[in-house]
Nanobody
Framework: QVQPVEAGGGSVQAGGSLRLSCAAS????????IKWYRQAPGKEREFVSG???????SYADSVKGRFTISQDNVKNTVDLQMNSLKPEDTAKYYC?????????WGQGTQVRT
């Protein structure tokens, strides 16, 4: 399946943790650089974290030190461990990948803090 599939959202109290997972099968015409974005009501979608095929990671300043992205090359998943969650982390979280020059988005998973 080309489209990434997110899982693991839910509701958690401030200070709590959630782990999101993005399942993305490998395809010749798709990059395995996976990025997580989020969109809160009334706001634009924003970058949260990314990992490339070499395992190099990047984070938005707002989540550095609290979120950790990792990849499982056996399961073909990219996980986002979110700790010390804050109310401002409430958003729908999307996983994305690029295939043939286009962004392919998952359906998203809701996180409420």
């Amino acid at each position: 399946q080309v489209q990434p599939v997110e899982a693991g959202g839910g509701s958690v109290q401030a200070g709590g943790s959630l782990r999101l997972s993005c399942a993305a099968s490998r395809y010749t015409y798709c990059s395995y650089d996976i990025k997580w974005y989020r969109q809160a009501p009334g706001k634009e979608r924003e970058f949260v974290s990314g990992i490339d095929s070499d395992g190099r990671t990047s984070y938005a300043d707002s989540v550095k030190g609290r979120f950790t992205i990792s990849q499982d090359n056996v399961k073909n998943t990219v996980d986002l461990q979110m700790n010390s969650l804050k109310p401002e982390d409430t958003a729908k979280y999307y996983c994305s990948r690029r295939c043939l020059g286009s962004n392919i988005w998952g359906q998203g998973t809701q996180v409420r803090t």
